[in-house]
């Protein structure tokens, strides 16, 4: 069963927890209590493809799925036609202690594929044991990124349909093409005139307005989201620290019981959550390195115990990390804290109120045993970008690269010589044009377009472009709607036929 980290709501089951996506009344569900894998069971895995280690992980927290059904959404999301490596989730070797987990082979090029590949599916049949007839529509703001994931994940699912709204003008050439090229028959990618917030505003407003959400209803729809606050959207993620440590036994890298460390560019929490699950499971991790870019909100939490978003918000090359308020922290100090909601609506309470909070030295301690944070600037990170290719011969995206900066600066610092992962989360081509100017210097950009840059970087790096970005300027335009922000509502409306 599944419980709210702010003890204001019933257990409910997995699929309930899917399908409301978050807590009605406020805060996020976990689960109640963790399931574990002995060492034995870890080690039986081995040699096994990661669909099997999907179908093993996923449903030890879906005792309300059918083991078909679960293989079914395994089946539909971790194929050859959505990924471009039989792996799934590659291990790259940089030298005897350092690994990289390449998180973006998936449609989008990265890793929030793993998820909404498969959490929409999740999602259909969590709908179907509910027995709601109404059919779902999904809303999503996007600066970017996110928007392409989901509209690739919700794509051809029955009994849902993807509408997402991205700033007209406001995000890259090719993130533009990726979403307005989208096929299906439930797919809607609307340009606002206006930015991101006012793209996210407007969602949440209708989110909230329950007058509007009784109009739905009578039409047969209901509104859902598809972002990491969703269980179903973190479950997938568990899997592939289970895989990568599989990776590094089945290649003799490391024996049997060997703590390793997990390095993971952090934005939202969610991502470095799924691997805490794994290692609370029974997985061997020795600390979890939390990696920021300027926006450190996280570094210094984890270093001082407060937590306070209450600074400039700093735009850099690794926009999928800037952020100040990271949702999933919630339910790691709910973890943390043994299940303490009073603690966890007192925190939560400043943070909505002040901006800030502070924790205990009891929840201090116990975050600093698996924990580690730093921090990448600017320069740092495209500096990294530039050693590891000129090195090691291997390309990495900006934030990635945040990842290996802190792993060095932790390296230097603590000496701790155990093996290493940082996950890749995304594929160097999706961020070529800083990625270029990290190789080549800022002036080798100058009259070259998006598209000349990924032909460029491919030509220097001898990668062919990720098949995601490949040839979209050549791909039909399929979404052509611009409207006004004061249109968001009525562009639902006109989608929905309401
Ligand atoms: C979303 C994203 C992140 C941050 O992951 P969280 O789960 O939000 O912490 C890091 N890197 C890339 C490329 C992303 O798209």
Redesign the pocket.
């Known amino acids: 069963m599944y419980i709210s980290t702010r003890g204001n709501f019933e257990e409910v089951t997995a699929s309930e927890a899917i399908r409301l996506g978050m807590v009605p009344t406020g805060g996020l569900f976990v689960p109640a209590e963790l399931p574990s894998l002995s060492r034995e069971e870890i080690l039986e895995m081995q040699g096994k493809p990661y669909q099997e280690t999907a179908r093993r992980v996923m449903s030890l927290f879906l005792p309300d799925f059918l083991p078909e059904e679960i293989n079914d959404c395994v089946e539909k999301a971790y194929n050859e036609n959505n990924f471009d490596h039989a792996s799934i989730a590659p291990l790259f070797r940089l030298d005897s202690h350092t690994y990289f987990l390449e998180l973006w082979h998936g449609p989008t090029a990265?890793?929030?594929d793993i998820a909404l590949q498969l959490m929409p599916h999740l999602l259909s049949l969590a709908l179907q044991k509910a027995g709601v007839k109404r059919k779902i529509a999904i809303l999503v703001a996007t600066s970017g990124?996110?928007g392409k994931a989901a509209l690739e994940g919700f794509k051809n699912v029955p009994g849902i349909k993807i509408i997402v709204f991205y700033p007209y003008g406001g995000v890259s050439r090719v993130q533009e093409l990726q979403m307005t090229a989208t096929d299906g028959f439930n797919t809607y990618a609307v340009a606002v005139r206006g930015n991101f917030d006012d793209c996210q505003n407007s969602v949440k407003e209708i989110f909230a307005d329950e007058e509007f959400k009784k109009i739905l209803a009578g039409k047969s729809y209901e509104l859902s989201s598809a972002n990491?606050i969703n269980w179903g959207r973190l479950l997938p993620q568990v899997v592939y620290y289970f895989r990568a440590y599989l990776n590094l036994l089945e290649k003799k890298e490391i024996i049997p019981g060997e703590r390793i460390n997990f390095v993971?560019?952090?934005?939202?929490?969610?991502?470095?959550l799924a691997g805490w699950y794994a290692g609370r499971m029974g997985l061997p991790i020795n600390k979890l390195i939390c990696a920021s870019n300027e926006n450190k909100v996280l570094t210094d939490f984890f270093q001082s115990g407060i937590y306070d978003r209450n600074r400039e918000f700093k735009q850099t090359s690794?926009p999928?990390?800037d952020?100040l308020i990271?949702s999933?922290l919630e339910r790691f100090l709910f973890e943390i804290s043994n299940h303490c909601a009073g603690k966890i609506n007192r925190w939560m309470t400043a943070l909505k109120e002040t901006g800030r909070f502070d924790v205990d030295t009891g929840t201090r301690q116990a975050m600093e045993q698996i924990i580690a944070a730093g921090f990448a600037v600017e320069e740092e990170t495209l500096s990294a970008i530039e050693e590891v290719f000129e090195t090691g011969g291997y390309l990495l995206?900006t934030?990635t690269a945040v990842g290996f900066k802190v792993y060095q600066k932790y390296l230097a610092a603590t000496g701790d010589k155990s093996k290493t992962v940082i996950c890749a989360?995304?594929s160097p081509f999706?961020f070529s044009s800083s990625v270029l100017q990290a190789i080549k210097g800022k002036d080798y950009l100058s009259g070259k377009d998006e598209f000349g840059i990924l032909q460029e970087l491919s030509r220097l790096s001898k990668i062919p472009v990720h098949p995601g970005l490949r040839n979209l300027e050549a791909k039909p335009v399929l979404h052509r709607t611009v409207c006004e922000r004061k249109e968001i509502k009525a562009q639902v409306e006109k989608i929905l036929g309401i």
């Open positions: 990265a890793f929030k990124d996110t990491s993971v560019p952090t934005g939202n929490f969610g991502n470095i690794s999928s990390m952020i990271s999933n995206d934030h989360t995304a999706k």
